[in-house]
């Protein structure tokens, strides 16, 4: 029975059925009747091909020049109109696939970016799922591509075998019995040989290769923290055993593929013959023409392989599967995860949140995801309209994770935060996101439009000590990589330009300062207090007290002091 597992295919139509039972199924069923009535009509036209084929064979043999000609001519004219539909297949089917990953896409990109789930920062964060940026990117690629030539393919398989069946019993009836019965004895052998272990084998394929990009990815986003521990020894044998790993799963993998082939090859191959010794007898005693046999041969080969599609399309089938998996995995996480997180409700307590137009924290005892360590116990205070409260204490006593609290992303522990919505707060991490665009787009992060002029924008630069940053890299609409031209305390000021633009009811700051000097921290906290912000800052220095109006100093064991 598990050779039969039907969980692939539960699977495929859990993720296929969101876009065929969607909002764009009569545009996709359209476009795929579409397609079937060209394939019907090609097909037909490709028996007419055959059976000319035929005909000029038996009229050369018979050395019949007007019907060699007349053959000639029907075939080509088939021909005029037979390229065009087969062309049209390929073109019509490629968009099909393509208006169907733009679908997926963007329904997985909605739901991994959904601004209520955050999606992203749960899995990124706890590594449930690997490799999202693969099963959005190639994954989804892989499934639409695969899983529409897979049903075009049985649809012309059938096709093929009705019409080029209906060939071979106008010549000779037992040669129908024949390929079918060869045909599903190699079907047979295939999948009770090679097909769990070349599954099996796919998907891990498929996770190493994920692996041993993400570890090259990795050594490109912190190259020069690398270069400054000299940590390339390290680095390289670190990604030199990923892609062993990766090499011993692929050295598997070809070694059944190898005996695949060793297998397929002359299994195919035999398919020229058959039809030839089976109706030699009939053409030595003149029972038919020699023209039966290159047509029955030609219809041999094409019932072959359309029954034999499973064989031929096996390898990729096992990729396809292990893909399905993937995908499904994703999906489930994605859409689940809310329900999960009320799941846990039941057992563990949480953090309540509850939005007003005040920023208050009341009996919170903030905990550790795991619930392994208490960070904050019993804190309660609440911050007045346009004044500072400063976050301070020794490394690991919970600053950043009260933060994190505060903005939803940890909800571990009891008591309430008080809170408006995230809308009207901005966050300024000590690494600031820089994102891929220009210095405009990046200016008025997280907005995606602004009214301000140029002039406003420069002015904000000159205000957080860039005034020469737009003319430096050619003017605010030049796209570079900022992460990599700007220095930290570059882009720690970018991000307090953000906040200046934006200017939000609320701003929370962790260590939103700690690449700057002390003037430049003094400037842009001067400015901050200007803008009637109101706002929470985490930090070490002790220069940062002045600017606000209350300090919350973390202890140790979550006892805490607010003077």
Excluded at 73 to 93: D, E, Q, R
Excluded at 274 to 282: C, D, E
Aim: proline fraction near 3%.
């Amino acid at each position: 029975m598990n050779r039969l597992n039907l969980k692939p295919l539960k699977q495929f139509w859990a993720i296929a059925k969101l876009y065929w039972l969607g909002g764009e199924k009569i545009g996709a069923f359209g476009l795929l009747l579409l397609v079937g009535l060209v394939l019907l009509s090609y097909t037909n036209l490709s028996v007419v091909l055959n059976e000319q084929q035929g005909t000029l064979i038996s009229a050369l043999s018979q050395k019949n020049s007007q019907r060699f000609w007349q053959a000639v001519l029907t075939f080509l004219g088939i021909l005029v109109v037979y390229v065009p539909l087969f062309a049209g297949y390929g073109y019509l089917g490629n968009k099909l696939g393509i208006f169907w990953r733009r679908w997926m896409t963007s329904y997985f990109l909605d739901k991994y970016l959904e601004k209520e789930n955050r999606g992203f920062y749960y899995l990124n964060s706890n590594k449930e799922i690997d490799n999202p940026d693969q099963r959005i990117c190639e994954d989804i690629k892989s499934f639409t591509q695969d899983a529409l030539g897979f049903f075009l393919g049985i649809i012309n398989a059938v096709l093929q075998i009705i019409a080029f069946s209906g060939v071979l019993w106008k010549i000779y009836q037992p040669l129908v019995l024949l390929i079918v019965v060869y045909v599903l004895l190699g079907i047979s052998v295939v999948i009770i040989f090679f097909g769990k272990p070349l599954v099996r084998l796919n998907f891990e394929q498929l996770k190493k290769e994920a692996n041993f990009r993400f570890g090259l990815l990795r050594i490109r986003e912190n190259s020069e923290s690398i270069a400054f521990y000299r940590g390339e020894v390290q680095e390289l044998s670190y990604t030199k055993k990923l892609f062993n790993e990766l090499f011993e799963n692929l050295n598997h993998l070809i070694l059944r593929e190898f005996h695949l082939v060793l297998l397929t090859n002359p299994y195919q191959f035999l398919t020229y013959l058959l039809p030839a010794v089976i109706l030699a007898p009939k053409v030595l005693a003149g029972d038919i023409e020699v023209g039966k046999v290159s047509e029955s041969m030609g219809a041999f080969l094409n019932v072959f392989l359309a029954l034999n599609f499973i064989v031929n399309r096996f390898n990729s089938w096992t990729g396809f599967v292990a893909g399905i998996d993937r995908l499904y995995t994703f999906k489930q996480y994605l859409e689940q995860r809310n329900k999960a997180k009320n799941t846990i409700q039941v057992y563990a307590p949480t953090i309540n949140i509850l939005e007003e137009s005040c920023l208050a924290i009341k009996q919170l005892t903030l905990q550790t995801p795991n619930y392994s360590r208490t960070l904050v116990e019993n804190l309660s205070l609440e911050l007045p309209l346009r004044q500072g409260l400063l976050v301070m204490g020794a490394s690991g006593c919970g600053k950043s994770s009260l933060l994190r609290a505060i903005a939803g992303l940890w909800n571990s522990g009891t008591g309430t935060i008080i809170r408006p919505n995230l809308s009207e707060m901005l966050f300024l991490p000590q690494r600031p996101y820089m994102i891929l665009g220009t210095l405009r787009n990046q200016l008025i992060y997280p907005s995606t439009e602004s009214q301000l002029e140029d002039e406003q924008l420069r002015r904000v630069l000159q205000q957080v000590g860039l005034p020469n940053l737009a003319e430096r890299f050619g003017g605010l609409d030049v796209e570079q990589d900022w992460s990599d031209v700007l220095s930290l305390g570059e882009q720690q000021r970018v991000a307090f330009a953000r906040l200046f633009i934006t200017r939000p009811r609320y701003a929370i700051l962790d260590e939103a300062t700690s690449a700057l000097d002390i003037k430049n921290e003094e400037n842009l906290y001067q400015h901050l207090v200007e803008t009637g912000t109101t706002y929470i800052s985490v930090g070490h220095r002790p220069t940062l007290v002045k600017y606000h109006h209350f300090l919350l100093d973390l202890l140790e064991n979550g006892r805490w002091k607010l003077s």
